[in-house]
């Protein structure tokens, strides 16, 4: 079993729509988490951390269930620009992050 | 720099071949890491660096993969006797890192290399 697992999609979805992404890790010593988006054939880049009270940033809410093991990400009011692969990252031991393999999400006009 | 730094951003090298990777993280951070992606995967960890502690070399595939970092700033990543499966874009990421507190990382743009 990996780490991290996370629904690889392809999730294609109108513009304006809210889609959530959830993502399951197996080490309950997991202390950070972080979701980043990576677009075709670019570098990841940080989308947002993921705190033990849920957050958000603008049209984007991260969740983390510690008694579950999964952290999820809501976008809402799907924009084109949000058309990339995102990425759930979990930490354990201050060192090291280990990555998911990722969700692509297409939004479409 | 305002980024990290990678170079060369191609390189293609025939296999057998040793090849040199580098990284310039962001002035200030203590952690660095390299991470590889072969085409259409997630990342693999390679290496994290930590200040002056010795590095977590638990990713490492095989003994041809070697790293350093000097003065705790610029790393190199050496791949010595190239393979094909070798054939990945070698990512380099930096954060603050400071121990028990763990920052988001910001990545380089990677080197593609492909060995032929």
């Known amino acids: 079993r990996k780490e991290v697992e996370q629904d690889p999609g392809p999730f294609n979805v109108p513009e304006g729509a809210t889609v959530a992404f959830n993502c399951t890790y197996s080490?309950?010593?997991?202390?950070?988490f972080f979701w980043y988006r990576q677009d075709c054939r670019k570098e990841p880049k940080l989308l947002m951390s993921?705190?033990?009270s849920g957050n958000e940033d603008g049209r984007f809410t991260a969740q983390l269930n510690r008694a579950s093991q999964y952290i999820s990400l809501l976008i809402r009011d799907s924009k084109l620009s949000d058309s990339a692969t995102y990425l759930c990252?979990?930490?354990?031991?201050?060192?090291?992050?280990?990555f998911g393999d990722g969700t692509t999400l297409t939004v479409k006009p | 720099g305002a980024g990290v730094s990678q170079s060369p951003s191609n390189k293609v090298t025939e296999k057998g071949k040793d090849v040199e990777l580098r990284c310039d993280p962001i002035?200030?951070?203590?952690?660095l890491y390299w991470y590889r992606q072969s085409l259409g995967q997630g990342l693999e960890f390679l290496i994290y660096?930590?200040?002056?502690?010795?590095?977590?070399k638990s990713g490492l595939p095989s003994d041809r993969f070697s790293a350093e970092r000097t003065g705790g700033s610029v790393s190199t990543l050496t791949i010595q006797r190239t393979q094909q499966e070798d054939s990945a874009v070698y990512l380099c990421?930096?954060?603050?890192?400071?121990?028990?507190?763990?920052?988001?990382?910001?990545f380089g743009s990677g080197t593609r290399l492909t060995v032929v």
């Open positions: 990421a930096s954060s603050r890192g400071t121990g028990s507190r763990v920052y988001g990382y910001t």
């Open positions: 080490n309950s010593a997991s202390q950070s």
């Open positions: 993921v705190y033990s």
């Open positions: 990252v979990v930490n354990t031991n201050a060192g090291k992050s280990t």
């Open positions: 002035s200030g951070h203590t952690a």
């Open positions: 660096f930590q200040g002056n502690s010795a590095p977590d």
